[in-house]
Nanobody, 123 residues
Framework: VQLQASGGGLVQAGGSLRLACGAS????????MGWFRQAPGKEREFVAA????????YYANSVKGRFTISRDNVKSTVYLQMDSLKPEDTAVYYC?????????????????WGQGTQVTVSS
């Protein structure tokens, strides 16, 4: 099972980025997917999750209304659209596959993780 995250970069505050995470086919179908992030010196935290096939979404309070998670089940890809970015959004962002269909904020219920992509928001 492989998850490949991309789309990170450097952006000014108020700007936007879209992250993508591609998965090998069997790793994607029928599973919830999530995004987490880890800033320097901080613990990894939940950002967003989406159920299979995409009917339910969950967000951390800190990103609600600014970030949107979605999935393309034909392309086996999950996306994180990030708008109105703030310097405090700076972190390495990881996609992960949940071991449940519903999607979850609980990182212990994710069994496969991507390699991470750096997002840096300048003030």
């Amino acid at each position: 099972v492989q998850l490949q995250a991309s789309g990170g970069g450097l952006v000014q505050a108020g700007g936007s980025l879209r992250l993508a995470c591609g998965a090998s086919g069997r790793a994607f179908d029928y599973y919830g997917m999530g995004w987490f992030r880890q800033a320097p010196g901080k613990e990894r935290e939940f950002v967003a999750a989406i159920s299979w096939p995409g009917t339910r979404t969950y967000y951390a309070n800190s990103v609600k209304g600014r970030f949107t998670i979605s999935r393309d089940n034909v392309k086996s890809t999950v996306y994180l659209q990030m708008d109105s970015l703030k310097p405090e959004d700076t972190a390495v962002y990881y996609c992960a596959r949940s071991n449940v269909q519903s999607g979850t904020k609980d990182s212990t219920q994710y069994d496969y993780w991507g390699q991470g992509t750096q997002v840096t928001v300048s003030s």
